[in-house]
């Protein structure tokens, strides 16, 4: 299906159709939007792409794909505009990074990396060396955006931290890390105090992101899975009957029942909220 020629030739048509909207006999919405009127559309053109991807359809994904370039384009017509770069300029950059970072792919080097690991540490030094040459102290912790979600943003600064040494050593450390942190939470609860209770459950929360890091899991993707699941059995309850004036007791009974709706979907398992799985009553979560 690869066609780099037509690729090419609808990308520049995208181009022509961008720049035309934004010219004088353009679209006057378009027209209006500016570099930061449009991050809320990046933003979320983003997530869309996202759902797409856990939907498993490939139809859906290809819109929305193609939603997402949009604003890529639409930037860069907007910075061609001040004269800063264009989407040629863009695309060149990217290339030109996918050529450095991939020496053993373009380059003579006759030791290639085995597995994605050694490709990330390798690159990781090349970064590291770029910044020495260059009499830069930049931190190893650079380089994560603030405005990432909080728990991809955590995995990417213990990922980082973890290069350069500062990493647990075991997993069972990992695991007692995670204990102490739900007690000293336990603690701060119990004393009441608000300040103290925010500061540790940002602890635990930083804590089983590690964990997660750990078990080879991503835990934005991990938590977004959970709450799809939640959100799919509680509009089972729904379909029940009406959710108000109903008694925890009758809730967990249509709870248990839109469990057993679920049992023959893979993608349903049990979610456990507190204690071990087998407990009661925690199990029926």
Same mark, same amino acid.
């Given at each position: 299906?690869?066609?780099?020629?037509?690729?090419?030739?609808?990308?520049?048509?995208?181009?022509?159709?961008?720049?035309?909207?934004?010219?004088?006999?353009?679209?006057?919405?378009?027209?209006?939007?500016? $570099?930061?009127?449009?991050?809320?559309?990046?933003?979320?053109?983003?997530?869309?792409?996202?759902?797409?991807?856990?939907? /498993?359809?490939?139809?859906?994904?290809? %819109?929305?794909? &193609?939603?997402?370039?949009?604003?890529?384009?639409?930037?860069?017509?907007?910075?061609?505009?001040? &004269?800063?770069?264009?989407? =040629?300029?863009?695309?060149?950059?990217?290339?030109?990074?996918?050529?450095?970072?991939?020496?053993?792919?373009?380059?003579?080097?006759?030791?290639?990396? !085995?597995?994605?690991?050694?490709?990330?540490?390798?690159? %990781?030094?090349?970064?590291?060396?770029?910044?020495?040459?260059?009499?830069?102290?930049?931190?190893?912790?650079? =380089?994560?955006?603030?405005?990432?979600?909080?728990?991809?943003?955590?995995?990417?600064?213990?990922?980082?931290?973890?290069?350069? =040494?500062?990493?647990?050593?075991?997993?069972?450390?990992?695991?007692?890390?995670?204990?102490?942190?739900?007690?000293? $939470?336990?603690?701060?609860?119990?004393? &009441?105090?608000?300040?103290?209770?925010?500061?540790?459950?940002?602890?635990? @929360?930083?804590?089983?992101?590690?964990? /997660?890091?750990?078990?080879?899991?991503?835990?934005?993707?991990?938590?977004?899975?959970?709450?799809?699941?939640?959100?799919?059995?509680?509009?089972?309850?729904?379909?029940? =009957?009406?959710?108000?004036?109903? !008694? @925890?007791?009758?809730?967990?009974?249509?709870?248990?029942?839109?469990?057993?709706?679920?049992?023959?979907?893979?993608?349903?398992?049990?979610?456990?909220?507190? &204690?071990?799985?087998?407990?009661?009553?925690? %199990?029926?979560?």
């Amino acid at each position: 299906m690869d066609n780099p020629d037509r690729a090419g030739a609808q990308m520049a048509r995208v181009v022509r159709l961008m720049a035309r909207l934004r010219g004088p006999d353009g679209c006057p919405w378009d027209r209006e939007q500016s $570099l930061a009127s449009l991050r809320r559309w990046l933003l979320e053109e983003s997530y869309e792409v996202l759902e797409a991807i856990d939907q /498993g359809d490939l139809d859906h994904l290809r %819109e929305e794909l &193609g939603d997402l370039l949009l604003q890529i384009v639409f930037q860069s017509q907007i910075a061609s505009e001040q &004269g800063a770069f264009d989407v =040629g300029d863009v695309a060149a950059g990217l290339a030109d990074k996918l050529v450095e970072r991939h020496p053993h792919v373009f380059g003579d080097a006759q030791d290639r990396p !085995s597995t994605p690991a050694e490709v990330s540490e390798r690159w %990781e030094r090349r970064k590291a060396a770029k910044h020495r040459a260059r009499g830069s102290r930049k931190s190893a912790l650079a =380089g994560v955006p603030e405005q990432l979600p909080a728990l991809l943003r955590a995995q990417r600064i213990q990922e980082k931290a973890a290069r350069v =040494g500062f990493e647990w050593h075991a997993l069972e450390q990992v695991w007692a890390k995670v204990r102490e942190e739900m007690q000293e $939470l336990r603690e701060a609860a119990e004393l &009441g105090a608000a300040a103290a209770i925010a500061e540790e459950y940002g602890d635990l @929360l930083f804590a089983l992101v590690n964990l /997660g890091r750990f078990l080879k899991l991503v835990p934005e993707d991990s938590l977004r899975a959970a709450t799809t699941k939640f959100t799919r059995r509680f509009a089972c309850m729904e379909e029940q =009957g009406p959710i108000e004036g109903r !008694s @925890l007791d009758e809730l967990l009974d249509r709870w248990l029942a839109a469990k057993a709706q679920a049992a023959g979907n893979p993608k349903d398992r049990t979610l456990v909220i507190g &204690g071990e799985s087998g407990d009661t009553p925690q %199990e029926v979560l």
